[in-house]
């Protein structure tokens, strides 16, 4: 191993540690961002309701149903 080996970090990575440098508030920006669309209370029981009345697919979509 030579003397003045460091560890190899890809573009990307480099990239992304300059930009959290630059902007120290992007990861809260970011876990903001994702409680407006992803983090939601889940109502469980209309949840089991729209199980219960989910209509199956057939297995071609297109096709019409033959009797």
């Known amino acids: 191993m030579p003397l003045f080996w460091k560890p190899y970090k890809s573009d990307v990575t480099q990239f992304i540690d300059e930009l959290k440098a630059k902007k120290p508030s992007l990861e809260a ?3 903001a961002g994702r409680g407006l669309l992803w983090d939601k209370n889940v109502d ?3 949840q089991a309701d729209y199980e219960t009345a989910r209509v199956e697919q ?5 096709q019409t149903k033959s009797h």
């Open 29 to 31: 920006e970011q876990r």
């Open 44 to 46: 469980r029981s209309a």
């Open 58 to 62: 057939q297995p071609y979509v297109y």
